[in-house]
């Protein structure tokens, strides 16, 4: 059981010491990791999907060495995801149509499970 305490110390590594949740963020993420529920989540540009995105898929590797997908539709927030999931500790990768040179090895090392 991951306790809203912890989410909020990996949150301030993410950003920064002082921040806080936004309103549904820690209820989305409890309800992924704790609850092991499915969880639909819609909110504006800029509202902090990508932190219940990658807080949920932080404790679930933890958990569970279950690897998470995350599908975004824009190359420059795939960077930004990427970067922040860095932050803590998350080994990201990306398959988009700018690396499909790589794509192989992206794969090949999940199935290895060194991708997170």
């Keep these: ?3 809203k305490r912890e989410a909020q110390q990996i949150l301030e590594k993410m950003l920064g010491k002082g921040v806080s949740f936004r309103p549904d963020q820690w209820e989305a993420i409890n309800a992924v990791v704790n609850e092991h529920r499915k969880v639909l989540l819609v909110q504006k540009t800029g509202w902090g999907k990508s932190i219940v995105y990658f807080l ?3 404790f679930l590797r933890k958990e569970s060495k279950a690897v998470v997908l995350l599908v975004s539709p824009l190359l420059s927030l795939m960077r930004n ?5 860095k ?11 700018t690396n499909s040179t790589e794509w192989e090895e992206i794969i090949e090392r999940t199935r290895k499970n060194e991708v997170d």
């Excluded at 995801?81 to 999931?85: L, V």
Aim: proline share 0%.
């Design 1 to 3: 059981m991951i306790e």
């Design 81 to 85: 995801q990427i970067d922040m999931a």
């Design 87 to 97: 932050r803590i500790g998350i080994i990201a990768e990306t398959v988009n149509s």
């Design 56 to 58: 949920s898929a932080y």
